[in-house]
């Protein structure tokens, strides 16, 4: 993605309709997710979402770069270990609960 998008502005705007759709299909999933309470009223769904978009296309890259599977689970582990951050914490205080 970040090769091509300096070099064709309508792959560029493509591009940011669907990383737009993907953080906006995470939003409400977030938003949702505070409904129902499994996930925390404290958070900020707009600059999770982002987030979460911005780490996995991270991830991609850093692994596509280093040619490395196990990186890559390495890295989706720590966006996974995130996103359960962002459920209910368990009556001890910190910890997520399962």
């Known amino acids: 993605m970040q090769e091509m998008s300096p070099l064709d502005e309508a792959f560029k705007a493509r591009l940011t309709l669907i990383l737009k759709a993907w953080?906006?299909?995470i939003h409400n999933a977030l938003v949702t997710g505070q409904?129902?309470?499994q996930i925390r009223a404290d958070?900020?769904?707009e600059a999770a979402?982002?987030?979460i978009v911005s780490a996995w296309?991270?991830?991609w890259g850093v692994a596509k770069n280093m040619?490395?599977?196990k990186t890559f689970r390495l890295c989706i582990t720590q966006?996974?270990?995130y996103v359960l951050s962002l459920g209910p914490r368990s009556r001890s205080g910190n910890k997520p609960t399962r």
Do not use: P, Y
């Open 23 to 25: 953080q906006m299909a």
């Open 35 to 37: 409904r129902q309470r």
């Open 43 to 45: 958070v900020d769904c």
């Open 49 to 51: 979402a982002l987030f």
């Open 57 to 59: 296309e991270g991830c």
């Open 67 to 69: 040619q490395s599977v």
């Open 79 to 81: 966006l996974q270990d």
